[in-house]
């Protein structure tokens, strides 16, 4: 069992910069790969990026690539997405999420198995 809990979000300005942070708890942290998803008002949950186990692998979304930076610390049982150059059109609650996929399904939502609480992520124009 892995628990997930996301915090960092909050009312940033365009251009500016937020860094999230997603908590696990459960021995099992370190085997699984991590991924980020987002919902804005009246749009499906998408996926933004993931990260392998060992943090050796990554992949963006086209919309957030060169922008967002995912990572990890297994050591501290935490993922972090660290987001510069926001735009209005990021504004959406971010999700955590853990799962056993293989880097080709991490765009998949139900690939993953758990899910942090989400973290609202407002960027003003």
């Known amino acids: 069992q892995v628990q997930l809990v996301e915090s960092g979000g909050g009312l940033v300005q365009a251009g500016g910069s937020l860094r999230l942070s997603c908590a696990a708890s459960?021995?099992?942290?370190?085997?699984?790969?991590m991924g980020w998803f987002r919902q804005a008002p009246g749009k499906e949950r998408e996926f933004v990026t993931a990260?392998?186990?060992?943090?050796?692998?990554?992949s963006y979304a086209d919309s957030v690539k060169g922008r967002f930076t995912i990572s990890r610390d297994n050591a501290k049982n935490t993922v972090y997405l660290q987001m510069n150059s926001l735009k209005p059109e990021d504004t959406a609650v971010y999700y955590c999420?853990?799962?056993?996929?293989?880097?080709?399904?991490?765009?998949?939502?139900?690939?993953?198995?758990?899910w942090g609480q989400g973290t609202q992520v407002t960027v003003s124009s």
């Open positions: 999420a853990a799962g056993k996929a293989p880097s080709s399904n991490w765009y998949r939502r139900n690939e993953y198995d758990y």
């Open positions: 990260i392998s186990w060992s943090g050796g692998s990554t």
């Open positions: 459960g021995r099992t942290f370190s085997t699984y790969a």
